[in-house]
């Protein structure tokens, strides 16, 4: 009798599983994913094939169909309307340019059966391209606190920022660090959002460029002018002592 329920409970775990499995996939937003039924190939006697689609609320609408009698493919849909396509010899249906409207459960019907296998799908914006930007004190001890701005912020994203010789510089998820001047200028910092679909990193920001001595900067772009002023009453000064100098010799 215990083997027997073993066995039973074997068999029943067997059936669950079978009855809920499938592929779950996660894409971006303009990507591309194809769901293949478990044979990979529909029998010769299959007189047709309706993949359907249900989203997070659970509305339940046709992607596309195909009738071996007049041999017609229907998309009645609008959400999947130039998105869907279907290879009625394997039953594979593949989704093009998704959008985040295409995220759900697909099954396929064959011969007005549904199959057991379910493939679920997740659509995902891709991360922004990242930029740095600065706010430095600059002082006996030089700092910048640099941010990592990529735009609207998306759900799940993280953030990782790196200097020149790879290391990790934050281990919490922080959009903003603070740095310290070194002794070396090409020392660089960069961010890198990533998400389960996409990852991008910023362009490279340089100590160099962080810590460019803005005093002696805003110095110079002062005193140059002044210097081309001086130089400028000093030529006038010049040619008016000398065109004196020439009249009083003439009357002399």
């Not at 701005?149 to 510089?169: Q, R, V, Y």
């Not at 660090?177 to 920001?205: M, R």
Request: aromatic share 8%.
């Amino acid at each position: 009798m215990k083997m027997f329920f073993r066995r039973s409970h074997i068999l029943w775990i067997l059936i669950i599983c079978e009855a809920v499995s499938g592929d779950y996939v996660t894409k971006a937003v303009n990507s591309e994913t194809a769901f293949t039924p478990v044979s990979g190939s529909v029998a010769p006697s299959t007189t047709s094939i309706i993949w359907k689609h249900r989203n997070n609320a659970g509305i339940v609408v046709k992607v596309i169909e195909w009738d071996r009698d007049d041999g017609s493919f229907d998309i009645p849909n609008a959400n999947f309307k130039s998105h869907a396509r279907l290879d009625k010899d394997t039953g594979e249906l593949t989704l093009r340019d998704l959008q985040l409207k295409h995220t759900g459960v697909y099954t396929i019907d064959i011969n007005s059966k549904e199959q057991r296998k379910q493939f679920s799908l997740t659509v995902k914006e891709s991360v922004n391209e990242p930029r740095i930007t600065k706010e430095c004190i600059l002082g006996d001890v030089s700092e910048c606190a640099l941010s990592c701005d990529g735009g609207d912020a998306l759900p799940e994203t993280t953030i990782t920022w790196k200097n020149s010789a790879g290391e990790t510089m934050n281990r919490q998820n922080m959009r903003t660090i603070t740095v310290t001047k070194s002794s070396n200028p090409e020392k660089f910092y960069t961010c890198t959002l990533k998400n389960a679909v996409s990852e991008k990193t910023s362009d490279p920001v340089y100590e160099s460029d962080l810590f460019d001595d803005s005093n002696t900067k805003f110095v110079l772009a002062i005193v140059t002018p002044l210097i081309s002023v001086v130089l400028i009453i000093i030529t006038l000064l010049t040619w008016l002592c000398y065109f004196k100098l020439r009249g009083l010799k003439r009357h002399s």
